[in-house]
């Protein structure tokens, strides 16, 4: 995502949270462009529904893709606005997964303390994958650091741009 004002005071909602949607909003579209090595990326979209990053991520996955998802994302910020944690993690269910599978799986996300608290309190991806997933046997089967990386070229760029279509290519150039 792109921030027009990355300077954004976002006051707090009643429950102490952040309110992110009164700075995303809620008029608007959610896209994905992904490329899975193919001749042209893959590119869905689904309507805000929230403004709520995770929610929208979540409702994403269950119209464009319609894959049941759970998307938990936080940051936890200092009082001079610098970020104290931040992360997130992203439960999918296979086909076939039966309502005991969900409803564990549920239970389990609903006891959780909020991601950004878990990451300042020192746990690790592994911990809280099993932390959300307890009563299920996980396995790891890969890990890796985190890292941008950009394998783009021109091709690619002008594929990428093909795919957002005439119309928001024009809107783009025309707002700079």
Sequence with gaps: GYAANPVVEIPLKTNGKLDVSGAVGTQGMLYVM?????????????????????????????????????????????????????????V????????????????????????????????????IAFAALEGFEPEILDSRAAEYRCDCSRDRMRRALVSLGQEELARMVEEG
């Design 34 to 90: 992904r490329d899975s090595g193919g001749a042209e990326p893959y590119v869905g979209c689904t309507p805000l529904v929230s403004g709520e990053i995770a929610e929208d991520i979540t409702q994403y996955y269950a119209v464009s893709e319609q894959v049941p998802t759970v998307c938990s994302l936080g940051v936890l910020v200092n009082p001079d606005l610098t970020v104290a944690s931040a992360g997130g993690f992203l």
């Design 92 to 127: 999918q269910l296979l086909p076939g997964a039966d309502d005991s599978v969900i409803d564990r799986l549920e239970a389990n996300i609903n006891k959780l303390p909020a991601v950004s608290q878990m990451i300042a309190d020192g746990m690790t991806p592994e911990q």
